[in-house]
């Protein structure tokens, strides 16, 4: 008889903690009844019984196999149902998709990571295995940008993070309040002062997709190589393994050959920003 | 060559109905369509042309369940196999690109793979030309050549039949006695037959001027930022009939059902034309004029097909041509994008 996997199914999983990162943005932590192990940068589609599935970059530690998070803008139907999980509600996973950030090419070299706004997300998890390897690598710097300082995820951590010795990280916010003593201007404001050798460095973008589409431009102006730019591109990614269509960008599809591209793959390829 | 008269093809029919539920083209007006053979009636049509709906359907359904709850299992309709009779060549050719999507490159996809494993294709030659019929222009033949079990060329009396799988070679030996070898002087008839059938099809290509398929190499590329779309996007009323109608257009949508008790996701046939089809959660659409998404119709067949897979998506079936309200009409946009400057 057929053997064949079924690559539909969701698995099923417990919401362990709803956590509200901003007013928009909640960060859910679940446990999946099989084990999903993930490389950081791969994707997951969530499932909310009965409403639907959408994709979503875990922003956990890949390293945790107990359980993963995923952190979550309100933005539509199925985003809007996942902001009113609670604690032990029973969601499905199925995944992981795609190909995630390739680390091994990473090493010896210096990184700088570059967020806005909820592309956060994937980076948090990105950041987390970089420091779990971090003698591997040369140098870490991360510059993030969003809004205002009430839409700034993980702050804690990133606070945090301000104490590590293999890290340099700075943020922004485009407009800022009372309390904000950083930086107050768009990301591409705070990449001049990262000092590493542009040409033989690695650069890795996620954001929304004109803070990307600006911040590409910087980079390759401060001498970043084409193909050592990695960019998170958000499409409709449905079924996750190259057939239904929706995320076909030029010869790939976002779901099986990304989320994360390398700029000289895509290039050339129309409307990659939109 | 094997032969079987058309008294004992009747017989062949009643055969496979143990194993298979049997499909049979049958005519209604003018055109041809698929229906579940039960007795032989004076509609079935085994030869003449294409039907409207494509034979793709049989292999991944416009519409089916492809998991329940969280359940690891397959759930696979309980039902038997297809019998496809009389498909023609132009939906074979659908089934090659069908098999690069769902079959042979990276995942597979189980439901395609059950279907194909286990449905028998027994397809025909054409018999006739209908005027949208094109396939020469993307150099595949009015008669099957490959990709089917048995294939019949109709001629007085009965059918030849030629073997293409062990499948097709198992099922004449086990209803040997329905096969009888060929006589002198049918070969010659289905010659005359095939190369009549040929010549209606090289008559449709030359009075609608169709560019054929040498001349499509980077057109699509060539022609992306021109006019053409825009033009020809004025009628379009994002139906989606040219790609739910068309052998090779394989996307389709995941549906969860909207009841929380009972989970179960659908997949649907989908189509690039539909205003959403490319939209993120966010709003963002990268396609968000309708002469876009047109666009992206022809760049996935004439254009990242060929890239990835060697092939052209289309089949010059002509039933895009047929389905469209709009009457926006592929041989003519394949005929401005090879020749406009």
């Given at each position: 008889?057929?053997?064949?996997?079924?690559?539909?199914?969701?698995?099923?999983?417990?919401?362990?903690?709803?956590?509200?990162?901003?007013?928009?943005?909640?960060?859910?932590?679940?446990?999946?009844?099989?084990?999903?192990?993930?490389?950081?940068?791969?994707?997951?589609?969530?499932?909310?019984?009965?409403?639907?599935?959408?994709?979503?970059?875990?922003?956990?530690?890949?390293?945790?196999?107990?359980?993963?998070?995923?952190?979550?803008?309100?933005?539509?139907?199925?985003?809007?149902?996942?902001?009113?999980?609670?604690?032990?509600?029973?969601?499905?996973?199925?995944?992981?998709?795609?190909?995630?950030?390739?680390?091994?090419?990473?090493?010896?070299?210096?990184?700088?990571?570059?967020?806005?706004?909820?592309?956060?997300?994937?980076?948090?998890?990105?950041?987390?295995?970089?420091?779990?390897?971090?003698?591997?690598?040369?140098?870490?710097?991360?510059?993030?940008?969003?809004?205002?300082?009430?839409?700034?995820?993980?702050?804690?951590?990133?606070?945090?993070?301000?104490?590590?010795?293999?890290?340099?990280?700075?943020?922004?916010?485009?407009?800022?309040?009372?309390?904000?003593?950083?930086?107050?201007?768009?990301?591409?404001?705070?990449?001049?002062?990262?000092?590493?050798?542009?040409?033989?460095?690695?650069?890795?973008?996620?954001?929304?997709?004109?803070?990307?589409?600006?911040?590409?431009?910087?980079?390759?102006?401060?001498?970043?190589?084409?193909?050592?730019?990695?960019?998170?591109m958000e499409k409709n990614m449905s079924c996750g393994i190259g057939k239904c269509g929706h995320c076909r960008i030029g010869t790939y599809y976002a779901c099986k050959d990304g989320p994360v591209?390398?700029?000289?793959?895509?290039?050339?390829?129309?409307?990659?920003?939109? | 060559?094997?032969?079987?008269?058309?008294?004992?093809?009747?017989?062949?029919?009643?055969?496979?109905?143990?194993?298979?539920?049997?499909?049979?083209?049958?005519?209604?007006?003018?055109?041809?369509?698929?229906?579940?053979?039960?007795?032989?009636?004076?509609?079935?049509?085994?030869?003449?042309?294409?039907?409207?709906?494509?034979?793709?359907?049989?292999?991944?359904?416009?519409?089916?369940?492809?998991?329940?709850?969280?359940?690891?299992?397959?759930?696979?309709?309980?039902?038997?196999?297809?019998?496809?009779?009389?498909?023609?060549?132009?939906?074979?050719?659908?089934?090659?690109?069908?098999?690069?999507?769902?079959?042979?490159?990276?995942?597979?996809?189980?439901?395609?793979?059950?279907?194909?494993?286990?449905?028998?294709?027994?397809?025909?030659?054409?018999?006739?030309?209908?005027?949208?019929?094109?396939?020469?222009?993307?150099?595949?033949?009015?008669?099957?050549?490959?990709?089917?079990?048995?294939?019949?060329?109709?001629?007085?009396?009965?059918?030849?039949?030629?073997?293409?799988?062990?499948?097709?070679?198992?099922?004449?030996?086990?209803?040997?006695?329905?096969?009888?070898?060929?006589?002198?002087?049918?070969?010659?008839?289905?010659?005359?037959?095939?190369?009549?059938?040929?010549?209606?099809?090289?008559?449709?290509?030359?009075?609608?001027?169709?560019?054929?398929?040498?001349?499509?190499?980077?057109?699509?590329?060539?022609?992306?930022?021109?006019?053409?779309?825009?033009?020809?996007?004025?009628?379009?009323?994002?139906?989606?009939?040219?790609?739910?109608?068309?052998?090779?257009?394989?996307?389709?949508?995941?549906?969860?059902?909207?009841?929380?008790?009972?989970?179960?996701?659908?997949?649907?046939?989908?189509?690039?034309?539909?205003?959403?089809?490319?939209?993120?959660?966010?709003?963002?659409?990268?396609?968000?004029?309708?002469?876009?998404?047109?666009?992206?119709?022809?760049?996935?067949?004439?254009?990242?097909?060929?890239?990835?897979?060697?092939?052209?998506?289309?089949?010059?079936?002509?039933?895009?041509?047929?389905?469209?309200?709009?009457?926006?009409?592929?041989?003519?946009?394949?005929?401005?994008?090879?020749?406009?400057?």
């Amino acid at each position: 008889m057929h053997k064949h996997k079924n690559p539909y199914r969701s698995i099923e999983a417990e919401v362990l903690e709803v956590i509200p990162e901003t007013p928009s943005i909640k960060t859910i932590r679940f446990s999946p009844k099989e084990e999903i192990s993930f490389v950081t940068g791969q994707f997951v589609e969530i499932t909310i019984p009965g409403v639907g599935e959408a994709p979503f970059t875990p922003s956990s530690r890949p390293a945790v196999k107990e359980m993963m998070e995923v952190t979550v803008m309100k933005v539509g139907k199925v985003t809007d149902k996942i902001h009113e999980l609670k604690k032990g509600d029973i969601i499905g996973v199925r995944g992981p998709f795609g190909k995630g950030y390739p680390l091994d090419e990473f090493k010896g070299k210096e990184i700088l990571v570059v967020g806005g706004g909820c592309g956060f997300a994937p980076l948090r998890s990105l950041m987390y295995s970089l420091f779990d390897r971090s003698d591997e690598f040369k140098k870490l710097f991360f510059r993030g940008g969003c809004r205002t300082p009430k839409e700034l995820v993980y702050r804690d951590e990133t606070g945090q993070w301000g104490k590590r010795k293999d890290l340099n990280i700075k943020l922004t916010v485009d407009k800022g309040d009372d309390k904000w003593k950083g930086n107050v201007g768009v990301v591409t404001t705070i990449l001049n002062d990262v000092k590493m050798d542009y040409k033989e460095g690695i650069a890795v973008v996620c954001g929304p997709p004109i803070m990307m589409k600006f911040a590409t431009k910087k980079l390759l102006e401060m001498g970043f190589r084409e193909e050592n730019l990695y960019l998170s591109m958000e499409k409709n990614m449905s079924c996750g393994i190259g057939k239904c269509g929706h995320c076909r960008i030029g010869t790939y599809y976002a779901c099986k050959d990304g989320p994360v591209f390398k700029y000289s793959q895509i290039k050339g390829f129309s409307n990659i920003w939109d | 060559m094997k032969y079987i008269s058309f008294d004992n093809f009747k017989r062949l029919l009643d055969v496979l109905k143990d194993e298979y539920s049997v499909y049979v083209p049958v005519k209604s007006g003018e055109k041809r369509f698929f229906k579940r053979y039960q007795d032989f009636t004076e509609d079935i049509v085994i030869a003449e042309a294409r039907t409207v709906e494509p034979a793709k359907a049989f292999f991944s359904r416009a519409r089916e369940v492809v998991a329940e709850g969280f359940k690891d299992d397959v759930p696979y309709a309980p039902q038997k196999p297809f019998a496809i009779v009389g498909v023609k060549a132009c939906d074979l050719k659908g089934f090659k690109v069908q098999d690069f999507v769902f079959k042979d490159h990276d995942y597979q996809d189980p439901f395609y793979m059950k279907a194909r494993e286990e449905n028998l294709i027994i397809s025909a030659d054409c018999s006739c030309a209908i005027d949208t019929c094109f396939c020469l222009a993307l150099g595949l033949e009015p008669h099957p050549t490959e990709d089917f079990d048995l294939n019949l060329s109709q001629i007085k009396g009965g059918f030849l039949v030629d073997v293409g799988s062990q499948r097709g070679e198992a099922l004449i030996e086990k209803q040997g006695s329905l096969f009888e070898d060929e006589r002198e002087g049918q070969s010659i008839q289905r010659e005359e037959q095939r190369q009549r059938v040929a010549k209606a099809v090289e008559d449709n290509i030359k009075m609608s001027a169709v560019p054929r398929q040498d001349r499509y190499k980077g057109v699509v590329e060539k022609k992306f930022e021109s006019k053409i779309w825009e033009d020809e996007a004025k009628t379009c009323v994002e139906c989606g009939a040219c790609n739910t109608i068309c052998p090779t257009c394989h996307c389709f949508l995941l549906y969860d059902q909207k009841d929380e008790q009972r989970m179960a996701r659908l997949r649907i046939w989908d189509s690039c034309m539909i205003k959403d089809f490319a939209r993120v959660a966010g709003g963002a659409n990268p396609r968000g004029n309708l002469w876009m998404r047109l666009r992206n119709r022809f760049e996935k067949k004439f254009d990242y097909f060929p890239k990835v897979a060697d092939i052209y998506a289309c089949t010059g079936c002509g039933r895009c041509i047929s389905a469209c309200p709009a009457k926006i009409d592929i041989r003519k946009v394949l005929k401005k994008l090879v020749n406009d400057a």
